[in-house]
C-alpha cells in the first residue's frame, strides 16, 4: 500500500514536471525557431507580392531573424529528441548531423550576404526569396517528415 | 471406374486447366492495337517537354545525387523503395544499348500507357502506368519526341532487389487486371474546360495519386479513397491528404494552392519538404494555366 502510494506521488510530480517544461522540450523550442524563421520569410514575401510596401528596415530585420535564427536551430536535436511532441524532424539527421548543420548554415550564410548587399526593392526581395526557399525546401526534403 | 467418377475426375482435371488458360488470356501484357500509335505525325517537341515536366521522369530516372545540371541524364539507378522490394529505374537515356534509344513509337508508348514492355513483358506498378495509361496519344508522340533531345548515358541500373514471389513478372497480369484502368478517378464536371484540364494532369501524367492515395495489400488504391492521404513509402511519416477535407489544405484557397506549386511556400510560410520537393520543381515549369486546372480539380474533389 505504501508502496503504491509512493509509486503514484512520483508518477504524478513525473507528469507535473514534464508538464511545466514542455515549452522547454527541445521539439518545442526547434518548432518554435521555425515558426520564426516562417514568420519572417512571411514578411518578405508579403513585400514580394506586393501586399505591403517596401521598408529597408523590416527586410533588414527579416533577413538578421532568419541568420541568427538558423544559427542555432541545429543545437536543438539531442539525442532523445527524435520522437514526441509531434515533432515532424527526420531520423536521418541524427544519422546525418553533419550535412544537416551544413543546409542550416547554408540558409545562414545566404541570408548574411543578403543582409550585406541590401535587396533593394519589390523584385529584389522577391529574388531573395527564389534563393532562402530553395534553402530551406532543400533541408525540408530529407530533414522533416510530414505527418499528416 | 464408374461413369460418373470418370466425369468427375475429368471435370476436376479439366476445370483448373480451363482456369489456368483463361488466366493466361486475361492476365497476358495487352498493348494497344498498332494503328494508336501511327498517323500521329513529327511531335510537337515544346508540347513534349511541357509533358515531361508533368511527367516527373526526372525525380526516378536521373541518377542518383546528379547535380542539378545533370538530371536531364536520364541515366537510371536510384533505388525506389517500397513494401514489395526496392526498385531501380532503368536507363530511359537515347543510348541505343543501355538505353531505349533504338525503340519505336509504338514499344514507347505501350510502356507508359499499358505498362508493357520491349520484349512484350508486364512491368512493374512502380513505374506509373496505372496514371500515365491516362495520357492522349499525342501527348505520348510528343513526349517521345522531346526525349531524343535529351543526353545519352552508358549506365546500366541494377537490377530490381524483390522477394518472391514479387520478383515474378507473370504474376504482374493480375495486379493489371484488377487495378489498370484508364477510366477518370474522380467525378468532377468535365464540360468545364479547367477542370478537364486539371483532371488529365493530376489523374494523367502527373500521377498525384501514386503517392497521396493509400494502397491495399495488393498495391491497388483503396476504394474510395482518392488522395485522402498515404503512409510514406519510405518509411516514417505521411504523404498528406490533398482533397478539400484534409487538415492541413482543407481551408487553403486554388490560390494558395497555385502559389505552392509555383513557389513551394505554403500560405503560413512552412516550404515543401520530402519527395514532394522534386514534384513542386516540375509543377513551377508549367505554364500558369496548367498550375491553375490542378489548383481548381483538387478543390472541385469531394472532400474524404
Redesign the interface.
Known amino acids: 500500500m505504501r508502496v503504491r502510494a509512493f509509486m503514484l506521488a512520483a508518477a504524478l510530480a513525473g507528469l507535473g514536471v514534464t508538464a511545466v517544461t514542455a515549452a522547454d522540450e527541445p521539439q518545442a523550442v526547434r518548432q518554435q525557431l521555425m515558426k520564426k524563421v516562417g514568420q519572417a520569410t512571411g514578411a518578405l514575401s508579403g513585400i514580394a507580392k506586393g501586399e505591403k510596401p517596401y521598408d529597408a528596415e523590416i527586410v533588414k530585420a527579416s533577413l538578421a531573424t532568419i541568420s541568427e535564427t538558423v544559427k542555432v536551430f541545429p543545437n536543438h536535436f539531442p539525442a532523445g529528441s527524435e520522437t514526441g511532441m509531434e515533432t515532424e524532424a527526420s531520423p536521418k539527421i541524427w544519422e546525418n548531423m553533419e550535412d544537416f548543420k551544413a543546409k542550416a548554415a547554408k540558409l545562414g550564410g545566404d541570408a548574411e550576404k543578403l543582409l550585406a548587399e541590401l535587396p533593394a526593392d519589390q523584385a529584389g526581395v522577391g529574388a531573395a526569396l527564389g534563393v532562402l526557399g530553395k534553402d530551406c525546401s532543400s533541408c525540408h526534403e530529407s530533414y522533416r517528415l510530414k505527418k499528416d | 471406374m464408374g461413369r460418373r467418377r470418370r466425369k468427375l475426375l475429368f471435370g476436376v482435371l479439366l476445370l483448373p486447366a480451363v482456369a489456368a488458360g483463361a488466366l493466361w488470356w486475361l492476365t497476358k501484357p495487352n498493348p494497344w492495337d498498332a494503328a494508336h500509335w501511327q498517323g500521329l505525325g513529327e511531335p510537337d517537341v515544346a508540347n513534349g517537354e511541357q509533358v515531361f515536366w508533368a511527367g516527373g521522369c526526372v525525380s526516378c530516372h536521373a541518377a542518383p545525387r546528379a547535380p542539378e545540371d545533370q538530371r536531364l541524364v536520364l541515366a537510371g539507378g536510384r533505388t525506389l523503395k517500397s513494401p514489395f522490394g526496392t526498385f531501380y529505374p532503368p536507363n530511359i537515356s537515347p543510348d541505343e544499348t543501355a538505353g531505349i534509344g533504338n525503340w519505336t513509337l509504338a514499344e514507347f508508348g505501350n510502356a507508359m500507357t499499358r505498362g508493357v514492355g520491349k520484349d512484350g513483358e508486364h512491368l512493374y506498378p512502380s513505374f506509373p502506368y496505372g496514371s500515365y495509361s491516362r495520357m492522349t496519344a499525342k501527348d505520348v508522340n510528343d513526349l517521345w519526341g522531346f526525349m531524343q533531345t535529351l543526353p545519352k548515358s552508358a549506365n546500366v541500373a541494377p537490377p530490381h532487389d524483390l522477394p518472391f514471389p514479387y520478383n515474378i513478372r507473370l504474376a504482374l497480369g493480375g495486379w493489371k487486371l484488377l487495378f489498370l484502368t484508364d477510366e477518370p478517378r474522380a467525378d468532377v464536371n468535365t464540360a468545364d474546360a479547367k477542370l478537364a484540364r486539371g483532371q488529365y494532369l493530376v489523374e494523367g501524367p502527373g500521377h498525384c495519386g501514386e503517392c497521396h492515395t493509400p494502397r491495399n495489400a495488393l498495391g491497388g488504391f483503396e476504394e474510395g479513397r482518392w488522395l485522402a ?1 498515404a503512409p ?1 513509402p519510405e518509411g ?6 490533398i482533397t478539400p477535407g484534409s ?2 489544405i482543407g481551408n487553403w484557397s486554388a490560390s494558395d494552392i497555385v502559389s505552392y506549386l509555383e ?3 505554403t500560405p ?8 514532394m ?2 514534384v ?1 520543381k516540375n509543377m513551377a515549369k508549367l505554364p500558369p494555366a496548367d498550375r491553375e486546372a490542378i489548383a481548381a480539380y483538387l478543390k472541385a474533389l469531394p472532400a474524404s
Open positions: 492521404g510514406n516514417e511519416g505521411r504523404i498528406p491528404d487538415k492541413s513557389t513551394g511556400f503560413d510560410f512552412d516550404t515543401v519538404g520530402g519527395s520537393v522534386d513542386q
